[in-house]
């Protein structure tokens, strides 16, 4: 019978007298999934209890033979020897039902899960670790906290208190009931104090701690300081040390959003936005359309995450300097032009975030710079043109009216149309027509190289995710700019 050394160490410390409460944990943990190792842990006790007896007289020294080969009769075994043994069973015994309890205790309910087959409504969350490579989770403890898990993560609940979160992007939204709910990292761990909160722990590196509302106290493994964490304040877990970082808000699935996730996909809207994307790949006027879903993405500096369906991928831009490089329209003159994405903004960034540069502003007329200002509106801006004398923008470039992140930690859809022509920049919001600004000088607008994120001198950063970006050469009409939304949306 084979064991490996880890388990034979584990009994032997029991043996000695010897174990911890952590070891013990370990070696009932083993000796309740493994009957092989419980007959050898069994016959073991009963060898042990017997040579025990002979030490002390009980048995002949010179009949060691007695335990191996003599017949297992009770009239021929001295009692002392079975009631060693009985005892021994009996501890082991409660040790395998300390086991079970421990094992098979519920800690959490799963209440919504998008995408994610193996863990539906109404799954109980013991002591396992629980693996999810695409979609999102929502379950609720025991104790009322309620957390949000987007995939790809692995994690493991210790207890109802307890979350071992070995990597993934989770919030929490924890009520009194449930203060004092720790969440495990590799590099460190955060107590909640009552409050909202996400941990963002990378496949590689350290793990982030951000703070919604309330307070956390975080802790860095290898001797780290606690720190009190507040309101928007944002911390990296790195052994021994910590480091501030910028609240990024809309970085995490909340609890709540995962049933709209839910819904959608259960509405067929996945496939919704499949067929209007081979629609609008078919359309002649396409200039380029990026899902990210290509083995092989674009040169630059970025994450990957999920984007708005289970197992998709989205560029994820967080650091200043991330970009991702494109190239499209060849330099040509586009009269017309259609821009919209999928976004997912974490921040306001200062003084601009960048959704499409094109390289070498200043260079020829009609260049595009599209982006969110620090007002949180859209700017269209081209190099060359002139806004019209009755023109309500104050800064001397066509601005949207509504800001973009009415709500952050949601997926919105942006849109702008231009029309050289007509001299006309319109704004769309989540398929809703914004506001039009007119211009006196419009010139055809002229692509190329261009970036996703950071631009030229590390002055304009996107930070969130994208997800699909078009870019048409014809004017999109209010009714195809609200079927783009509608069909895309992963929202019900």
Request: glycine share 8%.
């Given at each position: ?380 801006a081209m190099f060359g043109n002139q806004l019209a004398s009755d023109s309500t923008s104050q800064h001397g470039f066509p601005d949207s009216l ?26 769309y919001f989540n398929g809703k027509f914004d506001n039009e600004e007119r211009q006196q000088v419009a010139h055809p607008a002229r692509l190329g190289p261009g970036q996703i994120g950071n631009w030229d001198f590390r002055d304009r950063k996107l930070s969130g995710r994208m ?26």
């Amino acid at each position: 019978m084979n064991h490996n050394k880890e388990f034979e160490q584990l009994v032997q410390q029991y043996m000695d007298g010897r174990i911890t409460e952590a070891d013990m944990e370990l070696l009932n943990e083993r000796l309740g999934c493994d009957p092989n190792a419980r007959k050898w842990f069994n016959e073991l006790l009963n060898l042990d209890s017997a040579l025990a007896a002979v030490a002390a007289g009980e048995l002949p020294d010179n009949e060691p033979q007695v335990i191996s080969k003599r017949k297992r009769n009770q009239t021929e075994v001295p009692a002392a020897i079975w009631i060693l043994c009985t005892l021994a069973s009996l501890f082991l015994l409660a040790g395998s039902i300390r086991w079970w309890q421990t094992s098979w205790q519920v800690f959490a309910t799963v209440s919504s899960a998008a995408g994610v087959d193996d863990y539906r409504e109404g799954t109980l969350l013991r002591k396992q670790i629980v693996t999810i490579n695409k979609g999102s989770l929502e379950f609720v403890t025991t104790n009322g906290a309620r957390i949000a898990i987007e995939a790809p993560a692995r994690f493991r609940f210790e207890s109802a208190q307890q979350l071992h979160l070995f990597n993934g992007r989770m919030a929490a939204d924890v009520p009194p009931s449930a203060k004092g709910f720790t969440v495990i990292t590799p590099t460190g761990k955060a107590v909640d104090l009552g409050t909202k909160f996400g941990v963002d722990v990378p496949v590689q590196g350290n793990a982030e701690i951000h703070v919604f509302q309330g307070e956390v106290i975080a802790q860095s493994s290898g001797g780290g300081k606690r720190r009190s964490l507040k309101d928007g304040e944002a911390f990296l877990l790195q052994t021994g040390a910590g480091a501030c970082r910028e609240l990024r808000s809309s970085a995490f699935i909340r609890p709540g959003e995962v049933a709209s996730l839910h819904a959608a996909l259960a509405e067929g809207q996945q496939e919704k936005s499949i067929q209007a994307r081979k629609r609008l790949q078919n359309d002649p006027a396409l200039i380029a359309y990026l899902d990210f879903e290509s083995d092989e993405l674009p040169k630059g500096t970025y994450r990957v995450g999920q984007g708005r369906w289970p197992g998709s991928r989205a560029p994820e831009f967080v650091n200043l300097g991330d970009h991702m490089k494109i190239d499209a329209g060849a330099y040509r003159e586009w009269p017309e032009l259609t821009l919209a994405t999928w976004v997912r903004l974490d921040q306001l960034g200062e003084p601009f975030q960048s959704l499409l540069h094109t390289d070498g502003w200043g260079e020829q007329d009609g260049q595009v710079h599209w982006m969110v200002t620090h007002k949180s509106t859209m700017r269209f801006a081209m190099f060359g043109n002139q806004l019209a004398s009755d023109s309500t923008s104050q800064h001397g470039f066509p601005d949207s009216l509504k800001p973009v992140l009415p709500q952050r930690g949601r997926w919105v859809h942006l849109a702008v149309v231009y029309n050289s022509a007509r001299g006309s920049v319109r704004f769309y919001f989540n398929g809703k027509f914004d506001n039009e600004e007119r211009q006196q000088v419009a010139h055809p607008a002229r692509l190329g190289p261009g970036q996703i994120g950071n631009w030229d001198f590390r002055d304009r950063k996107l930070s969130g995710r994208m997800d699909e970006l078009l870019i048409l050469g014809r004017a999109m009409n209010d009714d195809e700019i609200h079927r783009l939304f509608e069909s895309g949306t992963p929202y019900r």
